[in-house]
Every structure is written in structure tokens, then in C-alpha cells.
């Protein structure tokens, strides 16, 4: 990978050497065969990052888990649910730098968690449906460009390698994700192409539909990098003035135009059992899921970037037990 620096904001002196201690963390829970000794793992940096975008008078915060290795190593950027900041999704972006892959958690400050603390509770609704507007989507899309922009023209840009970048989300940080993969909105006549052609796979995790459109392939059939989908079987999104059931997320794997697109369901769950929450989902399921899940990132990744797919083969029937349903990529 390259280095990270910015033209537009500041490094903040936040800055920790790691050891990725959360496959051994997760284990506890019957997953012995995904155990890291802490001796094996290579150490990492957890950098905040104070970016803020002059163009667009918009801050830009960022969290990046970057491994300290001496060759240029891969980058998943990733964005959070509505409600989340740059602190969330730890339980990833630790894992992966952990096995040599950085991870760029962005905060999206119109859709952060200022929505739960930035006023009164009888104004949340208005809040949320303002935060779900496309205006905000887009800025998110932005964002993601932003920070890729800013990074790899930083002193920390010889560190990651520029051709293997792989977005990320979970949520409304799935949508993200997408246009930044690909996703074709059309508003008044005219195409929001929003695709960061840096971007070579995409993790989807737990994806809503698109602004209430209901032809989703027409938005998502130009989705052609690889892409891995996640999700559950009680996948549901119920917050005040929105609400999306499961099937939504499949709808969404269906009408991905790529071919090497692959599907992940488990069985129960909850949304926001992927985010750092402990016990939604359940208490025993929550971190199963968790675990499985870093290793089917990495095996997604090993496959897409080295082109070895023995993981993600091995994967579905090491993980039987916590799933509904796995698809993978049709043969040719």
C-alpha cells in the first residue's frame, strides 16, 4: 500500500501501535480454527484522521487501521450506518489490518451519530428522513472520493497499494459502497454517476434499497466488480419513518450486474448485529457471526486481489452451521 497524508486536513497525534486481538477475543464463542496468537499477527496503527473537504465546507473525519509492514499493502474503505462515526466497525477494520490489509473507516457527518445526539428526541424523525435524503447519499459518495483523494496523496500513500482498493459498508454505508462501485441513480432525466473507478470489489453488507426506487436492477445492473454480500434471515431495518424487511437485501444481490458476485445469509440475526453492538442478534449468534464474517472478508479479498479462491471455497461448509443460504459466482 501507499501513504496517507492530506492537502485539506491534519493528522491528529492519535496514534497507537496494535496487536489484532480480536480473532483470539471471538474465538471464545466455537470457532477455534479462525485463532490468532497475537505473535502471529503483525502490528498496526489506529490513526484519526481531521479532514475536512474545502470544496464542499464539509468535515471529513476518518479512522485508519494501518498495518506496519514494509511493502504497500491492499485498503478497504468503509462506511458506516446511519447513526455510526469512524470509531464503529472496530471489530473489521481491526481484523483485517491484523492480516495485512488497512482499513479506512470514514464518518459521514451528515448521517453520523450527531442524528441521536444533536437535539432535542421529539425532532429524531425529522432528523432521520433528513439524513436519508439523496443530497446526503451523494455527499456520502463524495466523501468516500474525498478520502481516497486525500490519502493517497499523503505521506502515508507509499504504504497502501493503489491497485488493490476495496469499498465497504454496512447499511446505508452499503449504499455508499454501491455508488461508488457503479450504482447508476437517474433523478430528472439525468444519470448521478458517482463510480470511483479506484474501487475494485465492494463489500455489501446488509444493503437498503435505493431511495424508494423499485428497479433496482436498472440502478445496480451497472455493478460489475466483484462483490460479496452479507446479510441474515431477521436482516431488518426498523427505525422511525423507514422501514425495509430482509428480502430487500437479497433484492439487491440479485440485480448486481457482476458476475463474480457471492451471497452470505445467516440464520437469524439482526441489522445491527454487524455493527460493534455485543448481543443484538442474539448473544451466542453475535460474535459467531462476527468471526465467520472477518474470515469470509479476507477469503473474499485473498480471492479477489490474489486469486486464490481455496478459502472462499472451504468457507460455506466451515460456517454450515450459522447459515441459511450461500451463492456463490455461477459457473461460466
Known amino acids: 500500500m501507499k501513504n496517507l497524508r492530506t492537502t485539506a486536513g491534519t493528522l491528529r497525534p492519535t496514534r497507537r501501535t496494535c496487536l489484532q486481538l480480536g480473532a483470539a477475543a ?15 499477527v ?19 473525519p476518518a479512522r485508519l487501521y494501518l498495518p506496519t509492514t514494509a ?38 457527518v451528515g448521517s453520523d451519530r450527531q442524528l441521536w445526539t444533536g437535539g432535542s428526541i421529539f425532532n429524531m424523525v425529522g432528523r432521520l428522513q433528513a439524513a436519508a435524503q439523496e443530497g446526503e447519499a451523494i455527499n456520502r459518495a463524495l466523501d468516500l472520493r474525498f478520502g481516497l483523494n486525500t490519502l493517497l496523496a ?5 504504504r497502501i497499494d493503489h491497485t488493490r482498493i476495496v469499498a465497504a459498508g454496512h447499511s446505508y454505508g452499503a449504499n455508499t459502497t454501491l455508488l461508488a462501485s457503479g450504482a447508476r441513480v437517474e433523478r430528472q432525466g439525468r444519470v448521478v454517476e458517482l463510480q470511483d473507478p479506484r474501487v ?62 457471492w451471497l452470505a445469509v445467516y440464520e437469524g440475526g439482526s441489522h445491527s448485529m454487524f455493527t460493534d453492538r455485543a448481543g443484538t442478534g442474539g448473544v451466542t449468534l453475535n460474535p459467531q457471526v462476527k468471526v465467520a464474517t472477518q474470515a469470509l472478508v479476507l477469503a473474499f479479498l485473498r480471492n479477489v486481489f490474489e486469486g486464490d479462491g481455496s478459502d472462499m471455497a472451504a468457507w460455506p461448509q466451515r460456517n454450515a452451521a450459522l447459515l441459511a443460504r450461500f451463492v456463490p459466482p455461477r459457473a461460466a
Not at 474465538?27 to 497475537?38: E, K, L, N
Not at 499523503?154 to 507509499?158: K, V
Open 154 to 158: 499523503s505521506p502515508l500513500a507509499g
Open 26 to 40: 471471538w474465538v471464545v464463542v466455537g470457532f477455534p480454527s479462525f485463532a490468532v496468537t497475537a505473535a502471529e
Open 71 to 108: 511493502q504497500a499493502v491492499p485498503l478497504m474503505v468503509f462506511s458506516h450506518g446511519i447513526g455510526g462515526s469512524r470509531n464503529g466497525y472496530s471489530w473489521l477494520g481491526r481484523h483485517v489490518a491484523g492480516h495485512g490489509i488497512a482499513s479506512l473507516h470514514l464518518q459521514h
Open 42 to 60: 503483525p502490528p498496526y496503527e489506529v490513526l484519526d484522521l481531521d479532514w475536512a473537504d474545502s470544496a464542499r465546507q464539509r468535515p471529513v
Open 200 to 261: 475494485k470489489a465492494a463489500v455489501v453488507i446488509s444493503a437498503p434499497p435505493f431511495y424508494g426506487d423499485t428497479d433496482v436492477r436498472k440502478i445496480l445492473g451497472s455493478v460489475t466488480v466483484p462483490s460479496l454480500h452479507v446479510t441474515a434471515t431477521e436482516d431488518v431495518i426498523n427505525i422511525p419513518g423507514y422501514y425495509s424487511g430482509a428480502g430487500d437485501r437479497i433484492a439487491v444481490f440479485d440485480a448486481i450486474g457482476g458476475a463474480r458476485k
